[in-house]
T-cell receptor, first 114, second 113 residues
Framework: GQQLNQSPQSMFIQEGEDVSMNCTSS?????WLWYKQEPGEGPVLLIA?????ELTSNGRLTAQFGITRKDSFLNISASIPSDVGIYFC??????????????FGTGTRLTIIP | NAGVMQNPRHLVRRRGQEARLRCSPM?????VYWYRQLPEEGLKFMVY????????ESGMPKERFSAEFPKEGPSILRIQQVVRGDSAAYFC???????????FGDGTRLSIL
C-alpha cells in the first residue's frame, strides 16, 4: 500500500526560528494536504496543494507540491509558542469512480523551547 | 459555524460490549470518512461513505466493525464485541465533494477495560 515518510519525526526549536519538514512517497498523489493536530483534538487543515509544482502560503506557513507528485514540504517562519503540535502531511488519491482516501504521514512533533 | 461534530468525546467499554460512535458532518457535506489513530501514529483510513452508501471500506476490519450514514441523522461507526486492541482515537471527517479537503472532528477516544 501507499506510504508517506515524514521527516523529521520531532523538532526542538527556539521561538523565532524557522521550521522545515517534508514528506515523501513511493506513489503519486493528486492532492497534498498539511494538517496540524494538538492534544485531544482532531487534525486541522493548514494548506491544500492541488497542482504539481504549486507553492502556497498561509500566513507564516508555506508549502509546496513536488513536481513528481511524490513529495511536499512545509515551512513555518518565525515560530511562535502556539505552533507547538504534531504536523501531518496527507496525500489524496482519486480512483476511478470517485473513490478516495487520505493517506497520512507519520507526523512531525514540533516543540518550542522557551 | 458548526464543524464536524463527534460524540461522545470519550467512551469507556468493557470487553465484549458494543461501542457506537457518532459523527455529524459539516453542513452541506455529504461525504464522510472514518479514521483510526493509535498513540504516536498517524491516522489510518477505515471507511468512506456517502448518504446511505458505503463507497470504500478497504480499511475496515472484516469482522465486528460496521459503518452507516443514513439519509437522516449522523454517521455511525459501530464496533461489536470490543477487545482491548480496539482502544484508539476514532476520527470522522467530511468533505463537500471528492476533490475537496476533508475537515475533521475532534474524535472519540475509546478505552476498553
Amino acid at each position: 500500500g501507499q506510504q508517506l515518510n515524514q521527516s523529521p519525526q520531532s523538532m526542538f526549536i527556539q521561538e523565532g526560528e524557522d521550521v522545515s519538514m517534508n514528506c515523501t512517497s513511493s506513489s503519486i498523489f493528486n492532492t497534498w494536504l498539511w494538517y496540524k493536530q494538538e492534544p485531544g483534538e482532531g487534525p486541522v487543515l493548514l494548506i491544500a496543494l492541488y497542482k504539481a509544482g504549486e507553492l502556497t502560503s498561509n500566513g507564516r506557513l508555506t508549502a509546496q507540491f513536488g513536481i513528481t507528485r511524490k513529495d511536499s514540504f512545509l515551512n513555518i517562519s518565525a515560530s511562535i509558542p502556539s505552533d507547538v503540535g504534531i504536523y501531518f502531511c496527507a496525500g489524496l488519491t482519486l480512483f476511478t469512480g470517485g473513490n478516495e482516501k487520505l493517506t497520512f504521514g507519520t507526523g512531525t512533533r514540533l516543540t518550542i523551547i522557551p | 459555524n458548526a464543524g464536524v461534530m463527534q460524540n461522545p468525546r470519550h467512551l469507556v467499554r468493557r470487553r465484549g460490549q458494543e461501542a457506537r460512535l457518532r459523527c455529524s458532518p459539516m453542513k452541506g457535506h455529504s461525504h464522510v470518512y472514518w479514521y483510526r489513530q493509535l498513540p504516536e501514529e498517524g491516522l489510518k483510513f477505515m471507511v468512506y461513505l456517502q448518504k446511505e452508501n458505503i463507497i470504500d471500506e478497504s480499511g475496515m476490519p472484516k469482522e465486528r466493525f460496521s459503518a452507516e450514514f443514513p439519509k437522516e441523522g449522523p454517521s455511525i461507526l459501530r464496533i461489536q464485541q470490543v477487545v482491548r486492541g480496539d482502544s484508539a482515537a476514532y476520527f470522522c471527517a467530511s468533505s463537500l465533494s471528492t476533490d475537496q479537503p476533508q475537515h475533521f472532528g475532534d474524535g472519540t477516544r475509546l478505552s476498553i477495560l
